[in-house]
Structure formats: C-alpha cells, structure tokens
C-alpha cells in the first residue's frame, strides 16, 4: 500500500502553514493537520466580543520575512501588508512622550547628545544584526560527529563575521553578545526614559530583566528578525498572515483539515509512520513535521518512552513558562493619552518609563507573583483597521508583562486582580481609560497553554535565551529540525530560529527536509 | 643605564608572582607597593592586638601548583592546609553539612533527598570534567579571535581541538554550561531547595548577579577549579594567614634578586614617543625602567595612573566601561571563646569549615535585589569560617578569629555614599543574622572589622572593592579580558603590560595573571619561557 501522503504537518500554525506550502511547492503531498477549527494557531484574529476583533497573541508584524512573502507570493493569497508604518512611542505619566523611528528619536526630554547617539547606536547594532541575520533562514550547524563539511561551514561562519565585521566591529560583537542590555545602554546615553524604552524591546516575551547577561542578544535577534521589514499592523489582524498562508499551501495542492485532533505519532521499529486521531483513526506519511512545540511533540505526541533517556531528560528540562499575558479591551471610544494627539494612538505605545521599572516589575515574577507595575506593548488597531471594531468604537490590544505562568496561588483566583492592576497602570498614562472599557478579555500564559497548546503559555515554544538558541534550540541533537526519530521532524517556534511571526521554522524545516529527500 | 628592568605596579599576589618570574630570569626587578605593607588583598594584618585577621581573601585553592612548586613557595613558609568540610545553616533548626568523608557526606544529603545524593554523584562528575577542560587555559595567554598570527591560529586550534574532543554532547552541555544560572543549573541535578541554595553560593561570591542570573554557572566553576594537593575542588588556610603566600612569593622574588619597595604609591606612569620610560611616585621621584608592568585593575591602570594623551581614544573608552561592581563585604571578628551553633551537635567536625548562611533560591535572589536597589542585603548571604581551630597561630590561645565574607553589598548606597554610621550599620545586620545561629556570638566579640566595598577600594585599591578586579562575566573573560585586543597582557604603550587578575583568567589567588603576563614579556624580550604552560598535573 501507498501513502496518500508524503508529508503529515501537526498543527496549523503560521510555521507549519508556511513548511506545508513549500513543501507543497516543492512538488510534495502534504496534509497539515489542526486540532482547531480555524487555522492559524496563535496567529489569528480572534473575536472577544460582538463585533470586536483583535489578533490573538502576537499583533505587530515586524519580522515576517520578505523572502517568505516573496516566494510564496503571500500577497496575490490575500496579506495585505499596506498598514501605516508604526513607530514607538514611550508614555510618559506627565504627557512628555518620547518617539522612538528607527533612526531617529523625538522627545523634549532627551538632550542633543542622546539623539546623535541613538542614530550611531542603532546603526552599530544593525550592523552586528547584519551578521546574525543570515543564519535566520539557515539550518544550524551540528558541531562534532558531524563530519567535515560542518567544520567547513563553521570556519565559513567565522570568516563571515570576521570579513562581514571587520577586526574593530568583530572585538565589539564578541564583546557586547556577552553583555546585559542595562550595562550596554549606560555606555551610550543618558536619558533613562530612552534607556527604559530600548531595554524593553530586549525583554519583551522573555523571562528576563535588563540587568541580566543575555539581553544583548535578545535585542540584537529582535534586530536581525527585523532588518528588512517595516513593523506593521497586518489589516485584518494577524489571522489575515495565517489566512493568506493556508490560501498559498492550498494553491500549491496543500490539504488541510481542521478539527483533526493529532494525539500520538505513530511509530514503527523506532521510525514516525503516521498519526492517530483522538478518535483513533491513523493517517499514515514517511514524514511526520510537527509545528507543536518540543515538549508537546517529544513528551505527549511522541511518549518520553519512546526517547532515548538524555533527550528526554534534556527536553523536560526546557525552559518553557511564560511570563507574558494578553490583555484585550473593547472601547466605546478612544481614551484621552495625555500628551498624545488622536492620530499617535496607531502606533506601538510602550510602557516601560525605566530599566528600573522593568526590573521591578520582572522581581514579582521570580517569586510567582505578577508585577505590582508591569510593563507593556499596547496597540489600537482598529485605529488603521475599522473592520476590527463596530464603527466609532475601538479595540486595544496590550502585552503584559510579567505574568508568570505559574503563579503563586494560581491564575484563576487572581486574574481579575491582575486585570485591576492593568487597567490602573494604563489609566496613569490615559485618565478616563477605564470610562471606555466595555469588554475585557485576559489570556494569562496558562490560557495561552490551554487555548493554543503551547506548553508553559510561552509564545516562543520556550524561552528564546542564547542556551536555548541556534544549534540548541530546542536542544542538540534536534536543532537542525529532524529529530533522533526517523521521519520526524520540527517545524515550529521551538526549533531555530524561535517565534515572533517570521516564519522562518517553517522555511527551514522545508528547506532541510527538501535537502534530505534528495 | 636603567637600574631596573622592569617596574611592577603594587604587590599583590599577581604582581609579586610577576616580579618574582622576570627576577628569576635574571632581570632587575622593582616592585613598588603604596601600602607600608604587601599584599594588596591577600594580606594578614593584626588590626587588634594578639589577632592576625585575614583583612581580604581568607581561604587558598585556586593557586596555581606549578607556581606553588616553581617559585618554591613552601621553602618561603607558605602552607595551605585543608579545612574540613562546612555547613549550611538554615532557620528551621537544620543544615545540610559538607563532610570531606565521602560516605559521611553522602550520607547527609541523603537525611535532606536521597535523590538528591544521588544527583551529587553526577554533579561533581560533571563539575569535574568541565574543571579539567578549562584548567590547561588559566595558565595560557588567550587567543585574539580576529587576529590571524600563527600564534593565535594556534591558539585557536588548540581550543578548537580541546572542545571537538570532548564529544558532540559534553560539548553541546559545555557551551550551553557557560550561559546558564546556577539556579537553572542546579535545577538540573537536585530537588532540595536547601542542597540547591547550598551548591549555588560559589556561583554568587564576589558577584553582582543573583542565582536566577544567566552566567553564574560559570562562577561556579571558576570556584571549583582549584585545589590541594591534588583535591580538586578543595579550600584550605594558608597558615598564618592569607598575608604568608604574599611574604611567600616576596621571598621568592628577592631571592632571585628582585627589590621591593613599600609606601611608594605611583602618580604615573611615563610615556615618551609612545615607549614607556618608568614611573613617577607621588612623592615626585622618578624611576626610570624600560618595562612597566601594571597589577592595577583596568580602570586604575588606564584611568589614573595613565595620561590619557599616552592612550589611544578606544582604550580609555574601554576603561570607561569597564565593569566592575562590588557587591561584597567583609567582616573580621576577634572573639574571646569559640561561639556555639546549637544546631550541631556536640563535637561536630563541620565547625571548623565553612558556614553558609541561606536556605532557598529565593532568599539569595532577594538579598541580591537588595544590591539592585542600592542597599545591602537585609538577609545576607554569609560564607564565615573560624580559620583559628585549624591554624591557632591567629590568636591568643583559646581564643579565636572569624572572617566573614557577605553578599550583597553595593559599592554606591541609594541614598549616597557610605559613611561610618552606615558602615556599623552593615555590620549589625551581618551580626545579628549570625547570632541568630550563635546564642553566645554577640557577648564574644572583642573587635570587629567591617569593610565594605568602600573600605576595600579605598585600603586594597581595588576599584568598587571588586574582588576579582572586574566582572567575572562573560563580556570580560577570556580573549574579552579586560577588553578585546588588549587581552594578551599588553597594554596599548609598548613596554606596558597588565599582569593583574583584571586579566586572563581573573581574580580567586590563583596567581595565573602575573605568571602569564611574565611569559608575554620575556617572549618579547626574546627570552627563555621559565613560566609554567598548560597544566601539569592531570
């Protein structure tokens, strides 16, 4: 018997849509299967309300790679990628904002001499994002029992950054990747509402504060996911990249079936042959790619029975709790910012006025409570996208952080609390904010576990630090998105080059199983 | 004509190390110290008659045996002698001991988790064998990873070479090893909160980072890296106190010929056409040598005794951002007795090793919050020992000393400088965290030194009172150390060299800087290496 299937993808998510379409591109039969009704994942536009509409986890798009939207021509299936550009603007309690371009910043409190810094600032580290940004749509390198061509490759990655670099640049790179954020920004400004704003983007969706070693590299990784997009509000919400996926994949002879419940990959003589169904129903493929993240896929779908002791071991020990949480507002109208005209309110408005401030807020989560003052990324989309609210009425979209996903106490008696503590924080920086509210919606990273899949609520399949990066994401021996189990392969956030909606796990998986085929 | 060869800044255990190998070579050697004593931190004062204190560092590993054994240091009355064991005190009544015993020592982690004895099997496995990896580096100059001098290639092979035969797995573990917390570390291993906060101290001491910070898995090992006698691992006293390796190494160094010079601070160092010429005293008297080796920190060295018109803009810079917090404290204590800890029992060996004060991750994480926020630490994190039950040489007999090292202690207060009443201040909390353990501490105590971070700086000279003369992190280890392209003990004047633990492999009294940097400088010279290379022992 023949397989109707060469390839089985568990999990819809914008990652496994993107493996399917290439795959499918690449002249293959492949199946995606989502346990849901709708595809997407996480990556969907949601309704939390009547006639409220507002993208689920992520909601800026600003790593989604443009070879990706190229090659799978994305915007004949629909992406419309023509929102307004948005740039960051810090809220300030007193009204005295601060706008953050990519190149430049506005605000009154910040002296000459931070505004000719930042430009210098964050041209350095583009130019280090530069020499990072190539190994985003790469497969990781194995080191060791990997034969030559790998030693190759590797000495050519060194050669890349030390002729990409140069010897100055190069010293600097290896320099700052050891550092922490707070120590970094201290050798360039001054301003500490600019030094809170920047930090945050090194910290936002992580487990980590600004004085901890590592947070360069997060902020360098933001960069290099970034380089050749302009961050935007997707029209249609974040379900629209998702939409438009599944549209490409099916073009290509794709299929795609929802309300497909995969609950164990099935395996014979060690190899991954096919999947069952709640229902117990198997489909069988030579490839099994699982868009879960790697707990779920090796510990549940798989069976930690049926891994080799270390690995086991080694994926129960990722580090997977979230500490960021969703908050979604309905509004009967556009609170007043202080400070900020009408027409601001369309951009990314953070709160994180310092480092302090974060690293307080980050305290609380250490010990299982949720910050006292937390930090957040907040957006009105329906500002460039009416269609997302009833007219003259508007939906706020904000991550939170820190929520940790295991709370002291649990979520459940405390999540109104939570919610209270939000609300206040954002009526600093708009007085009548909570007048506008009609209806709330609170995804705490355990609503993220429950409604998404993803273990630990975390968005990135597991914490996105520089020991769970590159060729040890999710962990060696699995971080080049096969896996020690014949015909299974990884092709979600958990495996390099993390989340964000950049679909570049998808990409390579497809690229490395293409490879592997030939 | 030069009288000297070389001038070496300050006589701490790294510059006397380094003085000590150019005399050895057969060059004239000065060492100029400011204090009227030597030391810099490895120093043995009588602050109160009839008691030795051991002012800064109080316990011996980390000391390199080739050096030990090269510079003949025990013929110069240097003797470290092993203490046993330790313990960590908790709240509750209990503690978890460190027996030297194996089977004894086994045996108490099992009271706490019999998993967790267990779990210590595989740890020391694993801490060992990353140990063995690194020790062949302390004693090598570090690669310049962008340069493409045979040298260096070499270098780079060498580690290249170490890593790949190590196997795909300790491979992968080593790498991920160096950017882990000792909490997600230890995490790994164990399930007792107490075992775990126990094991986690030494990747915290003299560190301005908490148990949940990534890269105090490396401090950790930089801990363990030493030994006695071929215990890897182990701590001891040096007898007499920290001060004998100092007059131990001096000796070496004047029996070779080399001359030491006290109370002569240095106002700077003197740069013509780019060559340095000497250096100036405070006192205004010039002395001339074509070598000036530096065992200041990065900062001192670039910052003060330098004129920035000598340095070229990147190396001040550098110097600016140097990292170097403090973060800890110190107290030395002259009792009239031995205290009590109930908590052991009667005739418990574990006394007379090393007592830990904490009991949970949570309680370091929070005393290190306490540092962020500018303040010391409320519940301190307390590493004391009585180094007077296994060396009576420090006191009065029946009498006793205590060294006390803290965490956390910031070297800047939220609320401005340190002044003497703040000081008093951070020594009652230390105090009164103790006699919580000790019923008859406080009425013991006929003295008390407190230093902190302030003290240190302003008396050692150690910038921040860092006791590693820089952040242990991994922005400043290794090719970083202090900053990159000055890595290689050269500074940026030719004929200037650094030789402090400011540079590679850093700060614990391992004395590896000043042998490494003397290296650099006879090859320089053109002359015959005497410093020992690689490791010897294993």
Redesign the interface.
Known sequence: MTDRYDALIIGAGHNGLVCAAYLAKGGQKVLVLERSEQVGGAAITREFAPGFKVSACAHILHMLQPKIVRELKLKTHGLNLNGPPIETISLAADGNKLTICRYNIEGAEVSDTDKVAYTRFIKRMERHARALAPQLLKTPL?????GFGNVIKLAGM?WDI?FGLG?KR???F???????IH?LLD?VFESEALKGALALDAVLGTA?EP????TVVTYLYRLAGGLKSIPTLPMGGMGSVTVALADAATSFGAEIRTAALVETVLLEGGCAVGVVFAGGEEVRAPTIISNADPKTTFLKLVGARNLEA?LAHRIS?L?TSGRAAKLHMALNSLPDFTGLEQDALGNRLVIAPSRKYL?HAF?HS??GEFSAAPAMEITIPSLADPSLAPAGKHVLSAIVQYAPYDLKGGWDAQKDTFVERVVDVISAYAPDFRDKITTVECLTPVDIEREFGMTGGHWHHGEL???QMF??RP???TAQYRTPIDGLYLCGAGAHPGGFVMGAAGHNAAQAIIAGDK | MNKYDAIVIGAGHNGLTNAAYLAKSGLNVLIVERNPYIGGATVSRELYEGWTYTNCSYVSSLLRPEIYRDLNLARYGLQVVPFGGGATLTQSGDYLGSYTNHEVKRREFARHSLHDADAYERFSTDVMRYCRFIRPFLLRTPAD??SFKPKDLSELFFLGKNL?E????E??EF??FF??SVA?FL??YFESELVKAALSGSGLIGTA?GP????TAYVLLHHYMGDIDGNVGAWGFARGGMGSLAKALAGALQEHGGELRTDAPVAQIRVRNGRTKGVVLESGEEIDAPIVVSNLDAKRTFLKIMDQKDLPDEVVERAQ?F?IKGSSGKLNIALDGLPEFPQFPVGCPLIKGDLHITENF?QL??AY?DW?NGTWSKWPYVDMMIPTLTDPTMAPPGKHMMSVFVQYCPAKLADGDWTPDKREAFGQTVIDAIATFSPNFKDLILHTEVRTPHEIEAEVGLTAGNIFQGDL?????M??RP???YAQYRGPVKGMYMCGSTTHPGGGVMAAPGANAAREILADLGRENITPEDFGDD
């Open positions: 194995r080191l060791a029992n990997a060194g030390r010897k190069m010293r600097d290896l320099r700052i990747i050891g550092m922490n120590d050798e980590m004085r901890m070693p590592g270390g020990n580090r690293e305290n250490k010990y630090a520089i020991d060729m040890m962990t060696y021996g | 990873p962008t790949y190590l196997g795909e797995e491979l992968y790498i991920r950017t882990m997600e995490d790994q980072l949940y910070s990534p890269g951002n990292k949570e994480e929070r919050d962020k992190s991994f922005d400043q280890l090719f970083n900053f990159p392209g």
